[in-house]
């Protein structure tokens, strides 16, 4: 069976019009034609639906019956056209995002908030995954959206400016280094570890500056998350090297401290990985751009 949507709502004009001649006039088609249109309508459901005399036109109980039946389709069809054009702008939408934990826990919750605040109708699927795998998974399209610590890797991905974070050292009040102002990372080589789990963006960077300095990186014990790290630093089971911006929030709370790091790659770029900018959807789009504008704010503060 066959039903035109068309059709039907220009059935429902005939009825509420009362008349072909005025429904003609009403939605700029030839009486005619809506003629045609309805007489096929009676075809398919092979029922009379419209009593025709000189003053217009009378619906018959299956034409009663129809009316309503068609406006609830024509509306629901009008409610789906609606909410695809929803999804067409961004106002709706699904956003696959993948991120390290040190954009999770240092922008993301702000960004993310302010972003649903606008957008209440989309939804962000938000995973930790280590800066290689969220670039690989974006580039194998298994997220749409990746946050990541910048660094020369070769995943066919767009790379977008996003934030900066300072890698610092975390000791306790009572460590030998507690008191410097500064550190070289060297010198820190004299003790042992706390760090992130194994394929970690930072393990792996210290342990290639520790192999270029023929010295050994010795993790003594390794976490899920930088609350851990610093529980771990504050018991005395090593020392650590985090962002300094998530280290502030546990500095009095655990009786550790902060040392600068005297090195060019303590200061760390984190960047957005999309597939390609044609490709992503109006809801990641409006995300992309979101994140970048949030991060200027910052950076103008």
């Given amino acids: 069976m066959k039903l035109d949507p068309v059709s039907l709502n220009l059935f429902i004009a005939v009825i509420e019009e009362g008349s072909i001649a005025a429904a003609a006039e009403r939605e700029h088609i030839a009486a005619p034609a809506i003629s045609k249109r309805i007489a096929a309508l009676e075809e ?10 000189h003053k217009g036109v009378e619906p018959t109980a299956a034409g009663y019956a129809l009316l309503n039946l ?30 390290n934990i040190s954009a999770i826990t240092q922008f993301l919750p702000d960004d993310l908030s302010t972003f649903l605040a606008d957008h209440p109708a989309v939804e962000i699927r938000l995973e930790e995954r280590n800066s290689l795998v969220t670039l ?17 890797h070769g995943e066919d991905v767009e790379t977008l400016p996003y934030e900066e974070d300072e890698l610092s050292l975390v000791v306790r ?26 394929g970690s963006a930072i393990n792996t960077q210290l342990t290639q500056i520790a192999n ?25 089971l090593g020392i650590a090297i985090a962002p300094r911006n998530l280290t502030k929030l546990f500095v009095k709370r655990l009786g550790i401290t902060e040392v600068s790091l005297a090195e060019p790659w303590a200061k760390r770029q984190l960047g957005i990985a999309i597939r390609r900018r044609a490709s992503l959807s109006p809801a990641a789009e409006s995300l992309v ?9 910052r950076r103008g503060k």
């Fill in 289 to 297: 751009n979101h994140l970048q504008a949030r991060a200027v704010t």
């Fill in 44 to 53: 398919t459901l092979r029922t009379k639906l419209l009593e025709r005399h």
């Fill in 136 to 152: 690989k998974s974006v580039a194998e399209n298994a997220a749409d959206v990746g946050i990541f610590t910048v660094d020369i």
């Fill in 70 to 99: 068609a406006r609830r389709a024509v509306n629901y069809l009008d409610d789906i056209h609606t909410e695809m054009l929803d999804y067409a702008s961004g106002i709706r939408g699904q956003v696959r995002v993948f991120s």
């Fill in 173 to 198: 009040r009572d460590h030998p280094l507690a008191d410097r102002r500064s550190v070289r990372f060297e010198e820190t080589l004299a003790w042992d570890f706390v760090g992130l789990r194994t």
């Fill in 212 to 236: 270029r300095l023929q010295k050994d990186f010795r993790l003594r014990i390794q976490v899920t998350g930088y609350d851990a790290l610093c529980l771990m630093v504050s018991s005395g």
